[in-house]
């Protein structure tokens, strides 16, 4: 062999060699290129080194450095493809790029929250402060001190759990307003959110456990008007535009009482289910607060007089989002809420 053959042949297992690497698809393939081309006993490159004691000896310098060369050459790119070919192997076994991607997770307010977030919010520019209190109340607030005789049949649309020793879980946010008069010198404005508890079946509009907001406002001097011009106003700030009405109603801790209705905004007006036909949706409860609980709680009822109203923020939620069943509102399930999510 000629040193000008040797050196053609270096360049031919140069092309080769490299295009023969760079298709290797798996570790045993290029395992097998390794063996081919720089094997110690066999491999393409160790062959040539054997033809250089045939060449003239000012020839062998040139050719042992041009083998040499490739030898790096082919040794530098086997390894890179090794890595290459490593690293694939591990991101393909902890990664499935084919998977849709996850959505991000955003929370929301219920409901429920968001109205009475806003029911807050327009009580507050009127002066109203929030009260709270226990939802386990004991009997005298309860009933005692709001005027409920306890062999009235008003009792039978609170019944409740009783947890003893005179306690229970509140029927209404009511027992609040003998607590706030018992601590506050009138004038008193105040708005009690909160949950109360009632033996009422689970149905398309009735929940044993809901959400009541309950308003108070006693001072000198205050009427009827003050109770109606008051809702009147806040149902206008609610709900627009919608139709509302007065009807006599009767509780005992109000004298005179009054339930506020307003026209269905699922049906407008002409009957579903939720309105139970009649195209009216009961939105609260109200009245002149009875002499009897500002003496229970021992405020001077001669002096003073005052209205009170209550109603339920969830019902109001249906009303404004046109949900259809009050168990919605209850089944913590991610895709109704979620479309509150503002
Ligand atoms: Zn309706």
């Known amino acids: 062999m000629t040193l000008a053959e040797l050196l053609d042949q270096v360049q031919l297992l140069k092309s080769s060699g490299l295009s023969a690497i760079d298709a290797a698809s798996t570790e045993e393939s ?22 250089l004691p045939s060449l003239p000896v000012e020839e062998r310098r040139p050719a042992g450095a041009a083998i040499n060369d490739l030898k790096a050459l082919i ?44 029911i807050e919010g327009i009580f507050r520019e009127l002066g109203f402060t929030v009260a709270l209190g226990p939802e386990a109340e004991t009997d005298w607030y309860n009933f005692g001190a709001l005027n409920f005789p306890s062999d009235h049949p008003a009792m039978d649309m609170h019944d409740t759990l009783y947890l ?39 149905d398309p509009s009735h929940a044993p456990m809901f959400a009541q907001v309950e308003g108070l406002a006693v001072d000198e001097g205050i009427s009827f008007v003050d109770l109606k011009a008051t809702l009147t106003h806040f149902t206008k700030q609610l709900l627009g535009s919608a139709r509302t009405r007065f009807r006599p109603s009767y509780f005992p801790f109000t004298e005179p009482s009054a339930e506020m209705d307003v026209e269905c905004q699922l049906c407008k007006g002409s009957g579903c289910p939720a309105c139970k036909g009649t195209g009216w949706s009961e939105i609260l409860g109200a009245g002149m607060v009875h002499p009897g ?46 479309q509150f999510a503002t």
Do not use: C
């Open 30 to 51: 290029l395992s097998e290129e390794r063996t081919r081309l720089v094997g110690r006993k066999a491999g393409a490159l160790t062959e040539l080194m054997k033809a």
């Open 75 to 118: 040794d530098a790119a086997l390894d890179a493809r090794g890595a290459a070919l490593t690293q694939h192997a591990v991101r393909s076994t902890q990664q499935d790029l084919s998977l849709p991607g996850r959505r991000t997770w955003r929370g929301a307010k219920h409901p429920t929250t968001l109205v009475m977030e806003e």
């Open 164 to 202: 003893g020793d005179g306690v229970l879980l509140r029927t209404h946010t009511s027992p609040v307003q003998v607590r706030t008069l018992q601590r506050y010198a009138p004038p008193i404005r105040v708005l009690v959110p909160g949950n109360v508890y009632r033996r009422d079946f689970f």
């Open 293 to 338: 609980v500002l003496d229970a709680a021992g405020v001077d009822s001669e002096k003073y007089t005052g209205w009170a109203f209550g109603m339920g923020p969830g019902r109001i939620a249906m009303q404004r989002y046109g949900i259809p069943d009050i168990r919605l509102l209850y089944d913590s399930d991610v895709r109704f809420l979620e």
